[in-house]
T-cell receptor, first 113, second 113 residues
Framework: AQSVTQPDIHITVSEGASLELRCNYS??????LFWYVQSPGQGLQLLLK??????LVQGIKGFEAEFKRSQSSFNLRKPSVHWSDAAEYFC???????????FGKGTKLSVIP | EPEVTQTPSHQVTQMGQEVILRCVPI?????FYWYRQILGQKVEFLVS????????KSEIFDDQFSVERPDGSNFTLKIRSTKLEDSAMYFC???????????FGPGTRLTVT
């Protein structure tokens, strides 16, 4: 069965520190991969996407993600976190032949000033 | 920048009543989606819609739910007889192509009492 796992429910980092949020997926074929962010009371904003090609993709707000086929992972990174990055982050693959995004349970990021 | 809009932002209804949630997708997009997020849980796919018909639906999308594109701009989700467990945030999304990035609206919070 197709699934996505975000192992970390809640992460707290200091402002200026680096960040890595983990995402692992289990699909028969490599899915399209997306990261979304949801600020409190807000909708879902697309951060970045991976379809194919270069395994390191750049997104908005200084985020990047690396696709690793051997590890079935698509981890989100940011070199220096800002207080405004505090939000919930969702990894969402889309499998071949499917229209839907399958969301992970999300990782809540707290930032200490 | 074009965006997906949803109305109302919050709807309160009594159990057994019909509700219609409205969405205006991005104007040149062809694929439309509804997702829901029960408080504290992950975002779940409900349905996708293309060329005036449902292209994919989840197990959640039973006979109580229906979708419609009544004109060239609106996309609606109808729940015929609401239940307490339908209380959730409902997100509309649209994309230009199948499996392309989906852009989400701000959501409608539905409260069933």
């Amino acid at each position: 069965a197709q699934s996505v796992t975000q192992p970390d429910i809640h992460i707290t980092v200091s402002e200026g520190a680096s960040l890595e949020l983990r995402c692992n997926y289990s699909y028969g074929a490599t899915p399209y991969l997306f990261w979304y962010v949801q600020s409190p009371g807000q909708g879902l904003q697309l951060l970045l996407k991976y379809f194919s090609g270069d395994t390191l993709v750049q997104g908005i707000k200084g985020f990047e993600a690396e696709f690793k086929r051997s590890q079935s992972s698509f981890n989100l990174r940011k070199p220096s976190v800002h207080w405004s990055d505090a939000a919930e982050y969702f990894c969402a693959p889309s499998g071949a032949g499917s229209y839907q995004l399958t969301f992970g349970k999300g990782t809540k990021l707290s930032v200490i000033p | 920048e074009p965006e997906v809009t949803q109305t109302p932002s919050h709807q309160v209804t009594q159990m057994g009543q019909e509700v219609i949630l409205r969405c205006v997708p991005i104007s040149n997009h062809l694929y439309f989606y509804w997702y829901r997020q029960i408080l504290g849980q992950k975002v779940e796919f409900l349905v996708s819609f293309y060329n005036n018909e449902i292209s994919e639906k989840s197990e959640i999308f039973d006979d109580q739910f229906s979708v419609e594109r009544p004109d060239g701009s609106n996309f609606t989700l109808k729940i015929r007889s609401t239940k307490l467990e339908d209380s959730a945030m409902y997100f509309c999304a649209s994309s230009s192509e199948t499996r392309a990035e989906q852009y989400f609206g701000p959501g409608t919070r539905l409260t069933v009492t």
